[in-house]
Each structure stands twice: as structure tokens, then as C-alpha cells.
């Protein structure tokens, strides 16, 4: 396909020549599943649409009935894992009003959610750059969607006099960068620390400091409500059986391919 073809395409277009969209949905996962196991093992450039192929039990030609080219493939596999970030993480903060509680509850559910998906969040940080540019933009964009949330909560700690002034923007990639930390160093953290002490340590070290005497106070009525922080993860990090489609969906696709269906009937 041609640069100009590309271009003239929308960014977040990805084409399929199956119309029946359950069909669709079923099958692209499935592709998805595979390419991120090996996209995150031996590297975008490294993996070809063959290899994919052999990983989903599938034929090349059957993929080629979903995704035009493996940018396609790379795509769709990123924008769900941001997605997910994007719908679960408000969902999880519901129930939580008081601003400081949302804002501590925003780091746990970022946390959580990214511990159900650590292989497509390491993928997220290698392969974003493998995309084509307006697709980078595309990914950068729904990146700072999810910022915004933290940057929400932060000010409103700050506006409710709970927290003293600070740069929101810079403290909230700060907050990131801690939650994306989970994955990208969980080789380093498993042995130390369980998902809810981690998360424990990072409210001392991004949000404790900077509090008021007041906010003080309402980060001590949590911890007292909750008995301890890994009691009040547990709310924002719900039981597998009531997590959503799309989490479970994203989850499958970055554990691998096991238990998927084979096909050779197209292609």
C-alpha cells in the first residue's frame, strides 16, 4: 500500500473485508491475542503476519480478511489497552466522592488496571513508536485523555483546600509513570511488594506529602474507613467475574493466545 493510500485512509480506520461485525469482533481478537504475545516477545519488526498466523492457529490469508498490514494489527492491539484505561479507571472511581479519596482511589484503579494487563502496557511503551505518525497522534492523544482524570482529581484536592499548589500537569505524568512503573519494572517489584502495598507506598510518596492539614485528615478518615489501603484497592479493583468486556477482552489479549479457536477455511 502506497504512503498516499495510507493517508488517505482515517487514522483510526481499520478495515476489514468480513462484514458480520460479532464475526469480526471474534476473529481480530483472537489475531490481536497472538500478535501482542509476540509483538511483546520478540519485538514489532521482528514479528511477521506469518508468525501471528502460526501463534492464532490460523491461516495468513485469514488475517489479510481483517487487517490490511500489520500496522493495523499493532493499532488496534494499543487502542485497546487505552480504551480500557479510558473507560475502566472512571468506572472504578464511582462511589468515591471526597476528593481526596478519589484522587488516592485514581492511583489504585490506574494500578489495577494496568496489573491485569502488563504485557500490552510494556507493548504500549516499545511499539507506539512503530506506528504510522498520524496513528502516533492518535495514541499520544487518548494517552493525555487519560491524564486528565488524575489532573481532575489533583485539582480538585487543590480547589477543596486539601492539597497545597503544585504543577498538575507534572504531578500527574508523576502518577503515571508510577502506575505504568507496575509493568515496566514488575520484574523488580513481585518479590517486595504485593499490588496493594505498592500502591500504599505510592500514595506516601505522590500524594501524602503534598497534602494539607485537612487533607491530611481526610487520607487518615480513608485509611480508617478501610482498615488498611489493600482493603480499599479491592474496591477499585473489582473480582474477575465482574470485570468488564472490555478489560476482559484486553486481558486475554495481553496473557497470549491460549484456548483460541483454529480456522482455515478462508485464505
Known sequence: MTEEAAVARSPEQVESL???????????????????????????????????????GISTGLIYQYF???????????????????HEIPRRLEGFEHPVDRLCMA???????????KEATVLAYRS????????????????TRTNRLIEACLRACIDGGYMRKVNVQLHAYQC??????WALKHWAFRGNYSLGRYVAEGVKLLIEPFLTATGSAALASLRRRSANFTRA???????????????????????????????????
Not at 107 to 117: F, G
Not at 176 to 181: G, K, L, N, P
Request: hydrophobic share 35%.
Open 128 to 143: 507506539t513508536k512503530s506506528l504510522r505518525a498520524d496513528r502516533r497522534a492518535l495514541v499520544k492523544e487518548e494517552e
Open 68 to 86: 490490511r498490514d500489520k500496522d493495523d494489527i499493532l493499532f488496534l492491539s494499543l487502542k485497546l489497552v487505552l480504551e480500557t484505561y479510558k
Open 18 to 56: 468480513v462484514t458480520d461485525p460479532k464475526l469480526v469482533e471474534e476473529r481480530r481478537g483472537q489475531i490481536v491475542r497472538a500478535a501482542v504475545k509476540l509483538f511483546s516477545e520478540q519485538g514489532y519488526y521482528t514479528t511477521t503476519i506469518q508468525s501471528i498466523a502460526r501463534q492464532a
Open 233 to 267: 484497592l479491592r474496591r477499585a479493583s473489582p473480582a474477575p467475574g465482574s470485570r468488564s468486556p472490555a478489560v476482559r477482552t484486553a486481558r486475554r489479549a495481553s496473557r497470549g493466545n491460549a484456548g483460541s479457536r483454529s480456522e482455515n477455511a478462508r485464505g
Open 107 to 117: 492511583l489504585a484503579a490506574y494500578s489495577a488496571v494496568i496489573d491485569e494487563l
Open 176 to 181: 503515571v509513570m508510577f502506575c505504568h512503573a
